[in-house]
């Protein structure tokens, strides 16, 4: 088996200047790191991640639990946070959840098994408080995503009320006023039904509190419940909470020739490829900006430790993106038109 020694001896740089290379350390020219890429591809170099492991204490690799494995939405996260690792000579574990808090514990506690350096996850349950509280007492890095379960951990989120915001007042402005917002609401982040609220206010419209509907985390339910809302209260517009709110919704209309925008308005969270397809109006998250602001977070405080002692919580803000799924109802005042006579 082929060594960073064979490799170094191949190409005449320095063993440093190799094993810069082959952990993707940007200090080593791009010429140069290719040489030595080539190189060790050809010898058929395998690393031996755990001398390495054990040599620096580090097993240079950082977890990442993800709700769902089907989202675009959370595998293009997963994707960015896997490239800016590379950058640092780290490489991803991924596992998912299911915003499940049982498979919480065990994808953390496979994690700590494994000795990760980090771990990105979305926070689901307090029944793992102790659990958390053990990882991070052996100094594993933590970054809680989209939601703040834990004030002493580092965190990255997004407005969600302002999201919910933006599309209320939007659908509001286009002459909308029974919109129902289907929802799974956590207690650990920002309320999109706050943002809904805040848009009736400030557009003086009474509220349908029935037209707040918090969905279950199961599937088959939240399916039946997103059906059955759209069915018996009539809405002239749906916010959807989540991507696979809006795949259902949309799914539901097609089935049942309910024309969108003409018979109802849909505006969906999560900005992902089948919305621009299907010309649905979206609320945009920074997808991108989320995965480099977490890999950022965990890499500090694995690197340099910088926020062992200092937290930082990152709300990021939400866009609307306009397409063409909302229907203007707005109803115009008569206006009397006088006719002169021809003199």
Known sequence: MATIKDISRVTGASIASVSRALSGSEAISGEKKEMILAAAKKLGYVPNLLARSLKNSKSYTVGLIISNIDSTFYLT?????????????????????????????????????????????TPISYENKELIERVKSKNIALVQLFRCMYNEINSVAVDDAKGAYLATSYLIENGHKRILLLNIESPFGSNRADGYIDAYAKYK????????????????????MIMNSIRELSPSAVIAGVNFIGKVTVTYCKKNNINIPNDISVI?????????????????????????SACRLIMDD???????????????????????????TIIKEMIKTVVCPVV
């Open 205 to 224: 419209i009474p509220i349908d509190n029935e037209l707040i509907i918090s969905l279950p985390n199961s599937e088959p339910e939240a399916k039946a």
């Open 268 to 292: 969906v969270f999560d900005d992902v490829e089948w919305n621009d397809m299907l010309d649905i109006t979206s609320i945009s998250q920074p997808v991108e900006y989320i995965g480099l």
């Open 302 to 328: 694995i690197v340099a430790k910088k926020h062992f002692n200092r937290k930082v919580n990152m709300v990021l803000e939400p866009s609307l993106i306009i397409r063409k799924s909302v229907k203007k």
């Open 77 to 121: 996260i997963a994707r960015v946070i896997e490239e800016e690792l590379k950058k640092h000579g780290y490489r991803l574990l991924l596992a998912y959840s299911n915003d499940n808090g049982e498979d919480e514990r065990k994808n953390i506690e496979l994690f700590e098994g494994t000795k990760v350096d980090g771990i990105i996850f």
